[in-house]
T-cell receptor
Framework: RKEVEQDPGPFNVPEGATVAFNCTYS??????FFWYRQDCRKEPKLLMS???SGNEDGRFTAQLNRASQYISLLIRDSKLSDSATYLC??????????FGAGTRLTVKP | GAVVSQHPSWVICKSGTSVKIECRSL??????MFWYRQFPKQSLMLMAT?????????EQGVEKDKFLINHASLTLSTLTVTSAHPEDSSFYIC??????????FGDGTRLSIL
């Protein structure tokens, strides 16, 4: 079983749609959780951290469920510029990072 | 602005050549740097973790004699792909972390071995 699993997609949604991604992790000792965004042929960029209490940044909402060992990312009112691959990232300890394979999102006009 | 600079951004070279990639933290001291490799349509795979002044820790399956990592200072780590072959063609990305800074990624190096 992979340490971090994501639905690879692709998710093809119209502009304005709401889309949600899930990510599960296997190591219950995981300490920190993030969503990164990666555009084609570019490096990943931090989108947002994920906290147990859930956190929101504009159109983006991230949530963590430690009991079920999954995190989620919700994007509301999708824009064309949201098209990218979204990587779920889990920090084990001592900055030991594990990436999901990424979920590809395409927002269409 | 970028806080981690990676150079070069694109390398094309012949099989058997050794290629050195530099990763520099610009605005902070990076106590730990990570090197990742990403094949097309796949996720980032951690290759090794390097702490300043000590030997790098390699992930299982990554040959340390093939991928030489040096982290001689708090702002510079290098990855040398020795005697590169076509199967080493990939996107290599470094990241750095230090102090209260979150993990910052370099721009990546696209390596193409002919």
């Amino acid at each position: 079983r992979k340490e971090v699993e994501q639905d690879p997609g692709p998710f093809n949604v119209p502009e304005g749609a709401t889309v949600a991604f899930n990510c599960t992790y296997s190591n219950s000792a995981s300490q920190s959780f993030f969503w990164y965004r990666q555009d084609c042929r570019k490096e990943p960029k931090l989108l947002m951290s994920v906290y147990s209490s859930g956190n929101e940044d504009g159109r983006f909402t991230a949530q963590l469920n430690r009991a079920s060992q999954y995190i989620s990312l919700l994007i509301r009112d999708s824009k064309l510029s949201d098209s990218a691959t979204y990587l779920c990232v889990v920090i084990l300890n001592n900055n030991d990072m594990r990436f999901g394979a990424g979920t590809r999102l395409t927002v269409k006009p | 602005g970028a806080v981690v600079s990676q150079h070069p951004s694109w390398v094309i070279c012949k099989s058997g050549t050794s290629v050195k990639i530099e990763c520099r933290s610009l605005d902070f001291q990076a106590t730990t740097m990570f090197w990742y490799r990403q094949f097309p349509k796949q996720s980032l795979m951690l290759m090794a973790t390097s702490n300043e002044g000590s030997k790098a820790t390699y992930e299982q399956g990554v040959e340390k004699d093939k991928f030489l990592i040096n982290h001689a200072s708090l702002t510079l780590s290098t990855l040398t792909v020795t005697s590169a072959h076509p199967e080493d063609s990939s996107f290599y990305i470094c990241s750095a972390v230090g102090g209260f800074e979150p993990q910052h990624f370099g721009d990546g190096t696209r390596l193409s071995i002919l």
